[in-house]
């Protein structure tokens, strides 16, 4: 459920508005309309995680809500296929890795019976393989970038520069690197091909401004989240806070997203009842316990993926004006609410 999201995704492929999904054309009876969503990991690391709490999900949410018919397709490595509590039709290719293959891109095109491909991602296991089946079956493509991939390998400033015995290790070992379909120097290539889109949406104004399109920030769900439903003194009892001012991080922790910094600060200011409070695992390593191991329970408090009835109560950000000197960039680090 998405809400205070202008412009939502709604307006986007709303017939009756004067913007269409695909320039030029007009979109049709949304009723008759099927959009297959290519998410190109659904394993448990990649969009399967959190029970589907993740953004193709919220999309895909969002365009049932706009009326259109809409599945999900993707490739897993995980022995058991994703089982989203969703209403969403998921098809899930089984594979070992995502390295290059005829047969695994022919799977994952024969899943896609959309009308229209939401490529989800600027990789070429889901951007990429999208342009390829726009060749020969012509459907229009959408691109949704939700993070700059590049920036996980050193950005702009990343260079391949193999030895010619290190290139052909690559190439020609079946576990190669450039076997591998999500490599950074193809990631660094299809950011060319953006402009290839029929349409871009992204979720910040640093990707708007990077790769244009249509900014869709990330929803959340006012049903769930709202106050009213829990009772902030219980929760905090539950989770053995009540004695605590709490300082919460929702999300999953990341080194660029500044908690060491948010950290520092309140070991400095020393107040025994403050702590941070980190809700949601990291899917990528293991930086969250990393945190804990470091800081110990003496500032932080590290509470993984709780189920929704444990969900804390969300201090307000007035709660968080006692907490003088932290640098201003850190707060664009934090979820947008």
Same mark, same amino acid.
């Given at each position: 459920?998405?809400?205070?999201?202008?412009? %939502?995704?709604? %307006?986007?492929?709303?017939?009756?508005?004067?913007?269409?999904?695909?320039?030029?054309?007009?979109?049709?009876?949304? /009723?008759?309309?099927?959009? &297959?969503?290519?998410? &190109?990991?659904? %394993?448990?690391?990649?969009?399967?995680?959190?029970?589907?709490?993740?953004?193709?999900?919220?999309?895909?949410?969002?365009?049932?809500?706009?009326?259109?018919?809409?599945?999900?397709?993707?490739?897993?490595?995980?022995?058991?296929?994703?089982?989203?509590?969703?209403?969403?039709?998921?098809?899930?290719? +089984?594979?070992?890795?995502?390295?290059?293959?005829?047969?695994?891109?022919?799977?994952?095109?024969?899943?896609?019976?959309?009308?229209?491909?939401?490529?989800?991602?600027?990789? +070429?296991? /889901?951007?990429?393989?999208?342009?390829? $089946?726009?060749?020969? $079956?012509?459907?229009?493509?959408?691109?949704?970038?939700?993070?700059?991939?590049? &920036?996980?390998?050193?950005?702009?400033?990343?260079?391949?520069?193999?030895?010619?015995?290190?290139?052909?290790?690559?190439?020609?070992?079946?576990?190669?690197?450039?076997?591998?379909?999500?490599?950074?120097?193809?990631?660094?290539?299809?950011?060319?091909?953006?402009?290839?889109?029929?349409?871009?949406?992204?979720?910040?104004?640093?990707?708007?401004?990077?790769?244009?399109?249509?900014?869709?920030?990330?929803?959340?769900?006012?049903?769930?989240?709202?106050?009213?439903?829990?009772?902030?003194?219980?929760?905090?009892?539950?989770?053995?806070?009540?004695?605590?001012?709490?300082?919460?991080?929702?999300?999953?922790?990341?080194?660029?997203?500044?908690?060491?910094?948010?950290?520092?600060?309140?070991?400095?200011?020393?107040?025994?009842?403050?702590?941070?409070?980190?809700?949601?695992?990291?899917?990528?390593?293991?930086?969250?316990?990393?945190?804990?191991?470091?800081?110990? %329970?003496?500032?932080?408090?590290?509470?993984?993926?709780?189920?929704?009835?444990?969900?804390?109560?969300?201090? +307000? +950000?007035?709660?968080?004006?006692?907490?003088?000197?932290?640098?201003?960039?850190?707060? $664009?680090?934090?979820? &947008? /609410?």
């Amino acid at each position: 459920m998405l809400d205070n999201r202008p412009p %939502s995704i709604e %307006s986007i492929l709303d017939p009756t508005k004067s913007q269409s999904l695909v320039a030029g054309q007009d979109v049709p009876d949304p /009723s008759l309309t099927t959009i &297959s969503i290519l998410a &190109s990991d659904l %394993s448990q690391q990649g969009a399967g995680r959190w029970g589907g709490a993740v953004r193709p999900f919220l999309l895909a949410q969002a365009l049932q809500r706009a009326g259109y018919r809409v599945e999900i397709v993707g490739f897993t490595g995980d022995r058991h296929i994703l089982s989203a509590q969703t209403d969403i039709p998921i098809r899930a290719i +089984p594979v070992e890795a995502l390295r290059w293959g005829v047969l695994p891109i022919q799977a994952l095109f024969r899943q896609l019976q959309g009308d229209i491909i939401y490529a989800y991602k600027l990789k +070429p296991s /889901s951007f990429g393989l999208a342009l390829l $089946h726009r060749l020969r $079956h012509h459907k229009p493509v959408v691109l949704d970038i939700d993070d700059w991939e590049l &920036s996980w390998h050193g950005g702009d400033e990343w260079r391949y520069r193999p030895s010619l015995q290190q290139l052909g290790r690559d190439l020609l070992k079946p576990d190669g690197a450039l076997r591998q379909m999500d490599h950074p120097l193809y990631l660094k290539q299809v950011e060319r091909w953006v402009p290839y889109a029929n349409h871009v949406t992204t979720h910040t104004q640093f990707l708007q401004a990077r790769f244009g399109g249509t900014c869709i920030p990330n929803g959340k769900d006012v049903a769930l989240f709202d106050p009213s439903r829990y009772d902030p003194e219980e929760s905090r009892c539950r989770l053995g806070l009540a004695d605590y001012r709490v300082v919460m991080f929702p999300g999953a922790p990341r080194p660029y997203k500044g908690l060491e910094d948010l950290l520092t600060a309140i070991a400095q200011l020393n107040q025994p009842d403050m702590r941070l409070v980190i809700v949601g695992g990291s899917p990528y390593d293991d930086y969250d316990q990393q945190l804990a191991a470091r800081w110990g %329970s003496g500032w932080c408090s590290y509470q993984g993926c709780l189920p929704s009835k444990c969900l804390l109560w969300w201090p +307000p +950000p007035t709660s968080l004006l006692y907490l003088n000197g932290i640098p201003r960039p850190l707060w $664009h680090s934090f979820p &947008s /609410s």
